[in-house]
C-alpha cells in the first residue's frame, strides 16, 4: 500500500515535470506570436500614416490649385465684357485665357507647398472655364524599407481643378 502511494506520487511529479516543461515551450511560442502580431501592427500603422500624409498633401495641394484658379478667373476679358456683356448661355463673364495662364504659370513659381513647389503640369481654358493639372513630388513622411525602394523615396501627389470660372 505505501509502495502504490509512493508509485503515485512519482508518477504525479512525473506528470507535473512534463506539464511544467510544456509550459515553458508554450511560453516562447506565445512570446514569438506576440512579437509577430506587434510587427505586423507596426507595419500596418506605418503604413496608414503614411497613407494619411498622402492625402494631407493632396489638400494643401488643391488649396494651392484654388488659389491659382481664383487669380486666373480674375484676368477679364473687358473687350469682349463690353461688347457682349456676360455669355447668356453659360451665364459666365468672359476670361482673358492667354492672360490667366500667363498669371497661373507666374504664382506657381511662388506658391510653396511642403517647402517644394508644386509644378503646372496643364492648364486649359475652355469657353470662359478655366482648369489645370497640378503636380508635386514629396518624400514620404515614413520609409518603410521594401515600399521605398520601388517609389525611389519619393511619392508624385496630381491634383486636377476643372471648371473655374466667374458667374453671374
Do not use: W
Not at 506539464?19 to 500596418?44: Q, R
Not at 507666374?106 to 482648369?131: K, N, T
Not at 513622411?141 to 466667374?166: C, D, K, M, R, T
Amino acid at each position: 500500500m505505501i509502495g502504490g502511494y509512493f508509485f503515485n506520487i512519482m508518477k504525479s511529479r512525473s506528470l507535473f515535470r512534463q506539464v511544467k516543461n510544456m509550459n515553458h515551450e508554450i511560453d516562447g511560442s506565445l512570446i514569438l506570436f506576440i512579437s509577430f502580431l506587434f510587427l505586423i501592427a507596426l507595419i500596418i500603422s506605418m503604413g496608414i500614416v503614411d497613407i494619411s500624409d498622402s492625402f494631407l498633401a493632396k489638400r494643401e495641394l488643391i488649396s494651392a490649385g484654388e488659389n491659382l484658379l481664383s487669380a486666373g478667373v480674375q484676368q477679364i476679358d473687358l473687350s469682349r465684357y463690353y461688347e457682349d456683356g456676360i455669355d447668356p448661355l453659360t451665364g459666365r463673364v468672359p476670361i482673358n485665357c492667354p492672360q490667366a495662364v500667363s498669371v497661373m504659370n507666374s504664382l506657381i513659381a511662388e506658391e510653396l507647398v511642403r517647402g517644394v513647389h508644386p509644378s503646372l503640369e496643364s492648364a486649359q481654358c475652355v469657353r470662359d472655364s478655366l482648369s489645370i493639372s497640378l503636380s508635386l513630388l514629396i518624400k514620404p513622411l515614413v520609409i518603410i524599407p521594401f515600399v521605398s525602394e520601388f517609389s525611389h523615396g519619393e511619392e508624385v501627389i496630381n491634383a486636377h481643378l476643372n471648371e473655374a470660372s466667374i458667374a453671374k
